[in-house]
């Protein structure tokens, strides 16, 4: 059988990591790079494998990338520590594993988001794929500060099993979040040469609403489905407006 590495990147994630690791022990080997965390993190993880490396942030990709050169297996699933593999996942993966033959590197899986205790169906957020089962020699992280994803050669298939995600701890936390994200991904624009405009503060926001909302039928999960849909155009707006400081800053 081909052997499985799990990468997973942390940082305080103590009350998230105990139920990851738990979903993936099965596998033949965890590793995780710890950006130094201050709370019960690491003490956790040390109880599941002894393959805890710690490391300064730099970004997701970097970090991550550290993680898929510590695995030593063919095979690696990157999940984040507020991820669990579900059991049904958990025999399909075994499946290609168990595989004579390989018909692909890599392999999308797609998320259950839960939001405030529930399983968000629309909006864009089901099935929400990610590449994350892949041969090891195959795959590399894209070089990017926010929304990094690993760079697969050859083909790729869809899994039917899903990874359940749980995100946000409450509103407080969503909007902390989007904080961080968002000034990730202004940066990200600016260093590219983007500029912060009015048309983007305007227009972009509202149709990212419609788009959620409506088009992608987050009216469907009812009021979860609307603050879902809100705080999505608010993360448009302020990344655009984080955008636009940074242009002024530059012509002061």
Avoid at 232 to 242: A, N, Q
Wanted: aromatic residues 14%.
């Amino acid at each position: 059988m081909n052997k499985l590495s799990v990468i997973i990147i942390t940082y305080n994630e103590q009350e998230n990591i105990r139920g990851c690791l738990e979903s993936v022990k099965w596998s033949d080997e965890i590793v995780i790079v710890d950006a130094f965390s201050s709370d019960r993190t690491v003490e956790i993880a040390r109880e599941f494998t002894p393959r805890v490396f710690q490391n300064r942030w730099t970004n997701f990709s970097e970090q991550k990338n550290l993680a898929l050169g510590k695995a030593s297996n063919g095979w690696v699933l990157n999940i984040d520590a507020d991820e669990m593999v579900t059991p049904e996942l958990k025999e399909e993966i075994l499946t290609i594993l168990n595989s004579q033959s390989q018909s692909f590197n890599g392999y999308y899986i797609a998320r259950r988001n839960h939001y405030l205790g529930k399983w968000i169906r629309h909006c864009g957020w089901y099935p929400d794929y990610k590449l994350r089962l892949f041969l090891r020699e195959k795959g590399k992280f894209n070089e990017r500060m926010v929304h990094e994803s690993v760079l697969v050669e050859g083909r790729k298939g869809y899994l039917k099993s899903c990874l359940n995600h749980y995100s946000y701890k409450d509103l407080s936390d969503h909007l902390s979040k989007i904080d961080k994200f968002s000034s990730l991904a202004a940066r990200e624009m600016f260093i590219n040469g983007r500029k912060g405009r009015v048309f983007d503060l305007l227009f972009r926001p509202p149709v990212k609403f419609i788009n959620m909302y409506l088009i992608k039928r987050g009216y469907l999960d009812g009021t979860y489905g609307f603050i879902v849909s809100i705080i999505g155009s608010f993360y448009v707006f302020m990344k655009y407006l984080k955008l636009w400081q940074l242009s002024r800053e530059r012509l002061d």
